[in-house]
């Protein structure tokens, strides 16, 4: 059979869909006899296939039309495949350890083959919600996203490769709208789609929409997500985008790529080791009150920062004199003045940092799709108590933020606040 058009695969067509596909089969080294395909897709939006073999192994993923957790109701471009594999490959050359290989990818079919991370590798979510230290996290996100955000900004292009590739990324427009949607809009207004843990969080909710203050700083911020084309930024950057092991970090579905503003991502990491901390009273057990953990989480948020903005500047000042134009070297032509211009870049990209990431925290307990870490807290009344101080400490930077000038100021705040 041709796969010419579009169509779902299911466990038997994507058989034949591999044997058809050379850059696939060879990964399995053409065996078919013990081949094993299951899928383990437990996203919003995809079919996700991992297939072992007795040599080799590979997963599939493909992109419906539709939004699968919700179904047909929800329309959505399946066109999104084709900025996740574009994404991939772009930030899988910036930073090859911290990204998966992409092996293929098919536009007509919605579909990207890429490597599999074979277990130990888990969600990163799924384990700060056991408890699990890892020691290496901070410098490896750190890694990726001063490399992926460097790289692809105006400090190392020209603006000529710059537009270009902002023009080409503008297609993943219907994504851009659903951030936009979920994120900066329905959680302050009354929306079909919002939920919360009723009814111990429904004045806070409440609080949320009726925020003036609130209001103003969060469309300023959706402003700077819709115009402001930074760099290329993986858009979606949360605990469930990033698979761990104690020594191996890989950030996976870049499916919501564009050129959009640094702070997005970084917050959006930063936002859910937040969240995380807070959701740890819920999960402390007899005889492992998790205190310890918080620690490490709190120190993972501050070293992600710090290691950020070191490993940022250093490649700032080793290509100082390359073709990036958004500082050219005769204007800024002594070291006073360079370093000017870094310490007011960084201290707004902190803000932005601190507002992008307040707002997706907040978005996760008032608006749609809310996060594990609260959700699998089965006692209600429990679960609000730790939703309510993250939702607290998110309004807290929404609207301080600029009054920050450290992330040790924001880990004495979290503290302050978990007291």
């Not at 997963?59 to 329309?75: D, H, T």
């Not at 300023?220 to 930024?233: D, H, P, V, W």
Request: hydrophobic content about 40%; some cysteine; overall charge negative.
């Amino acid at each position: 059979m041709a796969f010419t058009e579009f169509r779902p695969l299911d466990d038997k067509s994507l058989l034949e869909y591999i044997k058809a596909t050379p850059s696939l089969s060879s990964k399995i080294g053409n065996k078919f006899d013990a081949l094993t395909i299951k899928e383990v897709g437990d996203g919003n939006l995809n079919f996700v296939y991992i297939v072992v073999g007795s040599s080799g192994s590979f997963v599939i993923k493909q992109a419906l039309p539709y939004v699968r957790c919700i179904g047909e109701s929800w329309p959505m471009t399946k066109e999104r495949a084709y900025f996740e594999a574009l994404a991939l490959k772009e930030h899988g050359q910036l930073c090859p350890d911290h990204v998966p290989e992409v092996y293929h990818f098919d536009r007509t079919m919605s579909l990207i083959g890429m490597r599999y991370l074979e277990p130990p590798h888990i969600i990163l979510r799924k384990g700060l919600i056991a408890g699990i230290k890892y020691p290496l996290l901070a410098e490896h996100m750190s890694e990726f996203m001063a490399k992926t955000l460097f790289y692809t900004s105006l400090l190392y292009r020209t603006t000529t490769e710059h537009k270009r590739n902002v023009a080409e990324f503008c297609g993943n427009v219907e994504l851009c709208r659903l951030t936009e949607q979920v994120v900066f809009s329905d959680p302050y207004k009354v929306s079909k789609f919002n939920h919360w843990t009723s009814p111990y969080l429904d004045r806070d909710a409440e609080a949320v929409r009726e925020d003036n203050t609130l209001k103003l700083e969060v469309a300023g911020l959706k402003s700077m997500f819709c115009e402001r084309a930074q760099a290329l930024i993986h858009g979606d950057l949360h605990t469930g985008s990033v698979m761990v092991t104690p020594n191996s970090t890989q950030v996976i579905d870049p499916e919501f790529a564009f050129y959009g503003p640094m702070g997005f991502d970084i917050g959006a990491f930063v936002g859910n080791l937040i969240l995380a901390f807070f959701a740890q009273d819920g999960h402390a057990a007899e005889g492992n009150d998790r205190k310890e953990y918080k620690e490490w989480i709190l120190r993972t948020i501050e070293e992600t920062w710090t290691l950020f903005h070191q490993k940022f500047t250093a490649l700032w000042h080793q290509h100082k004199d390359g073709s990036g134009e958004a500082y050219l070297p005769e204007i800024y032509n002594k070291p006073e003045l360079q370093q000017l211009v870094q310490e007011k870049f960084m201290k707004d990209l902190f803000h932005d940092t601190l507002g992008f990431g307040a707002a997706k925290m907040i978005r996760r307990i008032v608006g749609v799709a809310h996060v594990e870490d609260f959700e699998s807290i089965k006692d209600d009344s429990k679960r609000a108590t730790c939703e309510r101080q993250a939702l607290e400490l998110a309004k807290l930077l929404l609207k301080e933020r600029r009054n920050f000038q450290a992330i040790t100021e924001v880990v004495s705040a979290i503290r302050k606040l978990h007291a």
